[in-house]
């Protein structure tokens, strides 16, 4: 056997899912054991009484041609957060296998990977420069990974992986890995999505979220873009009915050809507040460092970090403090906020005593 589904749990590759009812609304639903009734402040379309569409199937349709890929490749998760997990319980063994994380990361990786039971192999990103990935140093600690979880824009650095570069990690581990590029923050960036790479490459694995550029992280919806056969197993590993119906519906109006130009103007403006935020930042004395961000946030290396975040917080602003962390000494990652907290929080480090 070979390809991405070999690389799965053995016990898993012909696991037989709980079968779901079946979604049809049109038809009397006496087949899944739901209430008759419905509240009288239910305003939903499906009705919370029913249980909702197991395949998310309208959505899923919507989310294909938005991110460029056949609907056969798309799984719709609880967040990122969801795929994450399920990946790791999809291809790890507990106590046998591991994965390959490239720190400073988004910690979830190694998280899900540990509550799998599942070891952690770390290929710290190369700080001097600018936090790139070290393909031969990857691939060689690659050896016994079952994934390797690239993120690209970068969290907390913000840089972006070259295509290039992720083509050449999903060739050498062919067979041998699944490659999951988590592009969160893709929106935000110039560099080409990884959606691109997927049909010349069966081990590659996307993540995309509604969270960030679409503003609905309280929804909790991620796309998950893979070779169809990983796609039919995370989905049979999921349970029956993973996405609720209001967070559907959410999600359906959000894809109004109106509500999308919306979110895409919005990321624009975004951007434009990133540079600013990124310039005004390096020019503070209390600032020793900016790195370049393609994400909706700015990572900055402060002299004193512990003050930075202190005094903010003080003045009812929060910020997230990476200083302890190995690499990350002195920094300090800021999300992007509308004009008013941009100045708000510039003015408070200016002050900064
Ligand atoms: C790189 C990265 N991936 C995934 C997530 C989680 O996304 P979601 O809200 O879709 O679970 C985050 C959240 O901050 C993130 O930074």
Not at 61 to 69: D, K, M, N, V
Not at 105 to 117: D, E, K
Not at 234 to 254: D, F, G, K, T
Not at 288 to 316: E, H, I, M, T, Y
């Amino acid at each position: 056997m070979s390809g991405p589904l070999s690389l799965a749990r053995p016990d898993l590759r012909d696991f037989v899912p709980y079968e779901a009812a079946a979604p049809d609304r049109e038809l009397i639903r006496l087949h899944a054991n739901e209430s008759a009734w419905r509240h009288g402040w239910d305003d939903s379309v499906a009705g919370l009484n029913r249980y909702p569409d197991p395949r998310a199937e309208r959505l899923t349709t919507r989310l294909a041609e938005i991110y460029g890929a056949p609907a056969n490749e798309l799984l719709v998760t609880r967040g990122s957060d969801d795929a994450i997990d399920v990946l790791a319980r999809a291809f790890c063994v507990a106590g046998l296998d591991r994965v390959l994380v490239c720190p400073p990361t988004f910690g979830m990786y190694a998280i899900s990977a540990r509550l799998q039971g599942a070891g952690v192999i770390e290929v710290p990103l190369r700080g001097e420069r600018g936090f790139a990935v070290d393909n031969n140093e990857l691939v060689a600690a690659a050896a016994g990974a079952k994934i390797v979880f690239l993120c690209s824009p970068n969290n907390p650095t913000g840089n972006v992986i070259p295509a290039d570069a992720i083509a050449e990690i999903c060739d050498r581990l062919a067979d041998k890995a699944v490659v999951v590029v988590d592009e969160a923050y893709a929106e935000f960036s110039e560099a080409p999505s990884a959606v691109e790479l997927r049909p010349n490459h069966d081990n590659l694995v996307i993540l995309r979220t509604l969270s960030k550029a679409y503003a609905l992280a309280g929804a909790r919806l991620g796309v998950l873009i893979a070779e169809p056969a990983v796609v039919r197993l995370l989905r049979a590993i999921l349970p029956p009915y993973p996405l609720p119906s209001p967070c559907l519906e959410v999600a359906e109006r959000l894809l109004a050809p109106e509500a999308l130009e919306h979110a895409g103007r919005e990321v624009s403006d975004a951007v434009a507040r990133r540079r600013r935020l990124a310039d005004s930042l390096a020019g503070l004395p209390c600032v020793s460092r900016v790195w370049p961000s393609q994400g909706n946030f700015v990572l900055a290396r402060f002299r004193d970090a512990d003050l930075a975040v202190k005094s903010c917080r003080a003045r009812g602003v929060l910020l997230r403090d990476f200083s302890r962390k190995p690499g990350l000494e002195g920094c300090v990652r800021i999300t992007v906020g509308d004009e008013d907290q941009n100045r708000l929080v510039l003015e408070i480090l200016e002050q900064m005593k």
